[in-house]
């Protein structure tokens, strides 16, 4: 497999700046990584982002994420293996990633949300979630594989 072009990230040289910026942004906000990695996976998965997901599984084993997890979070809602943070992120990545006629994020939801992350925090894990879905988009019109890797 190959990609249809070169990955415009490194085409437009500004644009590598993006993920490293969005990526310090987030971590700084003090989310666990794990939580982090689990909602972009999940996001990926919707998203039909291969290449994303690919790394976002390695991101999460990297953070200490179980492999009980990296198999289910596709059916997070059926498994045992997530904490109620983790369970409030993944929630807002199936919200934030369907599309609007799929009814969003209710506001039982988002208030689980606030429980379990501040404000600073549910604002990071918004841009986390809008940034996965940008490369999820870049990365499937350019047919990117899995595996790629961005050095």
């Not at 999940?42 to 009980?68: F, H, K, P, W």
């Not at 369970?87 to 994020?105: C, E, K, Q, V």
């Not at 809008?130 to 899995?146: C, K, T």
Request: with cysteine; proline share 3%.
């Amino acid at each position: 497999m190959q990609s249809r072009m070169t990955n415009p990230f490194y085409l437009l040289a500004e644009a590598t700046e993006i993920p490293a910026v969005l990526q310090r942004v987030v971590y700084d906000a003090g989310i666990a990584k794990t939580t982090l990695a689990l909602a972009a996976m999940r996001a990926s998965q919707i998203n039909g982002g291969a290449a994303c997901l690919y790394a976002e599984v390695a991101m999460a084993r990297t953070a200490g994420a179980s492999e009980d997890q990296i198999a289910t979070v596709a059916t997070w809602r059926h498994s045992p293996f997530f904490d109620d943070a983790e369970r409030a992120a993944l929630a807002l990545a199936d919200a934030a990633t369907r599309p609007a006629t799929d009814g969003g994020l209710s506001d039982e939801q988002w208030e689980d949300l606030a429980r379990h992350f501040n404000e600073k925090q549910c604002a990071a894990l918004v841009l986390w979630l809008g940034g996965s879905a940008m490369f999820n988009v870049v990365n499937r019109v350019i047919e990117e594989p899995a595996g790629t890797t961005w050095d």
